[in-house]
């Protein structure tokens, strides 16, 4: 059983974010919380979706979320 590291995708993040304020030399950044969200969120539905073998049902209460949310935010990154 492999283990979850929190601090591993924060730091990603933080890495990421990092190397995105030192490209923009001054320029106004896009809305960072929505950028950054949509690209965890995606990458996560998309694992749990295969993880459930395509049960919506189960991939909602993996992620703890309802299958109505689950269906939502699947629409949202036209996510089949």
């Known amino acids: 059983m492999s283990s979850f590291n929190e601090n591993e995708i924060a730091s990603c993040i933080r ?5 995105y304020f030192k490209d923009l030399e001054g320029e106004k950044p ?8 949509n690209s965890v969120e995606k990458p996560l539905l998309e694992l749990a979706i295969q993880y459930a ?9 993996l992620l703890g979320i309802s299958r109505n949310t689950l269906r939502s935010r ?3 990154h036209r996510i089949e």
């Open 30 to 37: 896009c809305p960072i919380y929505e950028m950054v969200i």
């Open 53 to 61: 073998k395509g049960n919506q049902s189960k991939a909602a209460e």
């Open 74 to 76: 699947l629409a949202k």
């Open 15 to 19: 890495k990421s974010l990092d190397a």
